[in-house]
């Protein structure tokens, strides 16, 4: 779990860093929970692992909001946590109690 975590805040971080460097790119993130693809079926995870816990979202729900991002003009430097059966949460801040609330949850 907290090479999970760490590896989380690296990519809210990493998002942050570019948009500073590079401010006539937007770059933004998310950060959904658990997806129903086909990687959830393999062996050491398999779908209870996450529907127990949080519930699985639909590929289209973490794809609606990607579009969302990038059709929002305004955001740069940010990650939405996208987790299921909740709306999606803007963490502009890195070390957002948002965001460490998610990973801590192992929902994000």
Known sequence: MAAYAASKAGIAH??????????????????????????IMVEHLGPDHFSVKAGLLEPQTVVDEIIRLIQDESKAGDVVIIQYGKEPILCDRPNSQLMEA???????
């Open 14 to 39: 990493y998002t942050k860093c570019l948009a500073t460097l590079a401010p006539k790119i937007r770059i933004n993130a998310v950060a959904p929970s658990g997806v129903n693809t086909d990687f």
């Open 102 to 108: 998610a990973i801590k949850q192992g929902t994000a």
